[in-house]
């Protein structure tokens, strides 16, 4: 078996081409994401997930999603359920949220994703909105104050796991106060230190002990003045690894978005040498998944650790639905 890199990447439709069959084998990627361009129906989907693991020879290679509920959800009617999105769980329980609605909603994602052979969830986010920002990450959030943040979050990453699904926080440390969509431009936020460990930190550093984290493509004046954190080596090693205490798996957020400069080796590089252990490329281009593959190291010593970790805490066998929890689900989401 070859060594694997420690990059992961998309695929262009609902099957694999003979080209991405024949990159997959040669390049060896840690994982594959799935986005809705690549899902027709559950058998399709296990036939996608079991044709990428054949590809890079290893039954437990992991295959990602965003599968958060609300606007970003990449499985959704008539094949699978509609979920509320993160902010919705805040007024299922008197005004204060209920744990119980995003621990369930968590644990029947799950379920979806491991009937259709998906084992990590891009989710939650942890981000918390400040007024007037961005709407890129708007209702995705659980709320405005970091402790409801912290206490839904923690709720919809026990579910997805108890259900054999890696959750993965995001985006660290915090895309809540951006001005714009760093799909398209790079924002800049210019919070001071004590503001960010205020708000914008707390969520994160509560739920460090999590096994994945994806980063945030933005620049902080108060941290790193010249770089976004995912190509940041001060703000992933004083920030995230040091101030937040997060020891687990650091992947990128999607190198191909505009907020990040340069072309796809260039990023991908910047982002390794910055700390990051994952690199993750999203759109399935070939010819930039290539160059992402290029510069991606293969994946060893502190990183493959962190992969292995995480890798453990899914069950080769997904845990069956208990009966009545989808009826539970619909009554507390119900009574809003």
């Given at each position: 078996?070859?060594?694997?890199?420690?990059?992961?990447?998309?695929?262009?439709?609902?099957?694999?081409?003979?080209?991405?069959?024949?990159?997959?084998?040669?390049?060896?990627?840690?994982?594959?994401?799935?986005?809705?361009?690549?899902?027709?129906?559950?058998?399709?989907?296990?036939?996608?997930?079991?044709?990428?693991?054949?590809?890079?020879?290893?039954?437990?290679?992991?295959?990602?999603?965003?599968?958060?509920?609300?606007?970003?959800?990449?499985?959704?009617?008539?094949?699978?359920?509609?979920?509320?999105?993160?902010?919705?769980?805040?007024?299922?329980?008197?005004?204060?949220?209920?744990?119980?609605?995003?621990?369930?909603?968590?644990?029947?994602?799950?379920?979806?994703?491991?009937?259709?052979?998906?084992?990590?969830?891009?989710?939650?986010?942890?981000?918390?909105?400040?007024?007037?920002?961005?709407?890129?990450?708007?209702?995705?959030?659980?709320?405005?104050?970091?402790?409801?943040?912290?206490?839904?979050?923690?709720?919809?990453?026990?579910?997805?796991?108890?259900?054999?699904?890696?959750?993965?926080?995001?985006?660290?440390?915090?895309?809540?106060?951006?001005?714009?969509?760093?799909?398209?431009?790079?924002?800049?936020?210019?919070?001071?230190?004590?503001?960010?460990?205020?708000?914008?930190?707390?969520?994160?550093?509560?739920?460090?002990?999590?096994?994945?984290?994806?980063?945030?493509?933005?620049?902080?004046?108060?941290?790193?003045?010249?770089?976004?954190?995912?190509?940041?080596?001060?703000?992933?090693e004083t920030i995230i690894r040091g101030a937040l205490g997060f020891s687990g798996l650091?992947?990128?957020?999607?190198?191909?978005?505009?907020?990040?400069?340069?072309?796809?080796?260039?990023?991908?590089?910047?982002?390794?040498?910055?700390?990051?252990?994952?690199?993750?490329?999203?759109?399935?281009?070939?010819?930039?998944?290539?160059?992402?593959?290029?510069?991606?190291?293969?994946?060893?010593?502190?990183?493959?650790?962190?992969?292995?970790?995480?890798?453990?805490?899914?069950?080769?066998?997904?845990?069956?639905?208990?009966?009545?929890?989808?009826?539970?689900?619909?009554?507390?989401?119900?009574?809003?």
């Amino acid at each position: 078996m070859g060594a694997v890199k420690a990059f992961v990447c998309g695929c262009e439709g609902l099957v694999l081409s003979a080209e991405e069959r024949a990159f997959l084998g040669e390049e060896r990627p840690w994982g594959l994401i799935l986005f809705k361009r690549n899902v027709a129906s559950v058998e399709q989907l296990r036939d996608l997930t079991s044709t990428f693991r054949d590809c890079v020879g290893r039954p437990d290679a992991p295959v990602l999603i965003d599968q958060e509920g609300g606007r970003v959800q990449r499985l959704g009617p008539p094949h699978w359920p509609a979920y509320p999105a993160a902010a919705s769980y805040l007024h299922y329980k008197d005004g204060f949220g209920s744990s119980e609605a995003a621990k369930l909603g968590g644990r029947l994602i799950a379920a979806d994703l491991r009937q259709a052979g998906i084992t990590v969830d891009c989710a939650p986010v942890l981000d918390v909105p400040a007024p007037g920002s961005h709407q890129v990450i708007g209702n995705r959030a659980f709320g405005p104050e970091p402790d409801v943040v912290a206490r839904l979050g923690r709720a919809f990453a026990e579910g997805l796991l108890e259900g054999g699904v890696l959750p993965v926080i995001k985006h660290i440390p915090g895309h809540g106060r951006t001005g714009v969509d760093s799909h398209l431009e790079l924002p800049v936020v210019q919070a001071t230190r004590s503001e960010l460990e205020a708000v914008d930190f707390p969520p994160f550093r509560t739920l460090a002990d999590l096994p994945v984290a994806m980063t945030a493509h933005l620049v902080f004046t108060a941290l790193d003045p010249e770089r976004p954190a995912t190509t940041s080596r001060l703000i992933v090693e004083t920030i995230i690894r040091g101030a937040l205490g997060f020891s687990g798996l650091l992947l990128t957020d999607d190198l191909s978005m505009e907020a990040l400069k340069g072309t796809l080796g260039e990023r991908a590089a910047a982002a390794s040498a910055a700390g990051c252990d994952i690199l993750l490329h999203c759109n399935g281009k070939a010819a930039e998944a290539r160059q992402v593959a290029e510069a991606a190291p293969i994946l060893a010593g502190e990183s493959a650790r962190r992969a292995e970790a995480a890798l453990a805490m899914i069950p080769k066998v997904a845990p069956s639905l208990p009966e009545g929890l989808r009826d539970r689900f619909a009554a507390l989401t119900a009574a809003a």
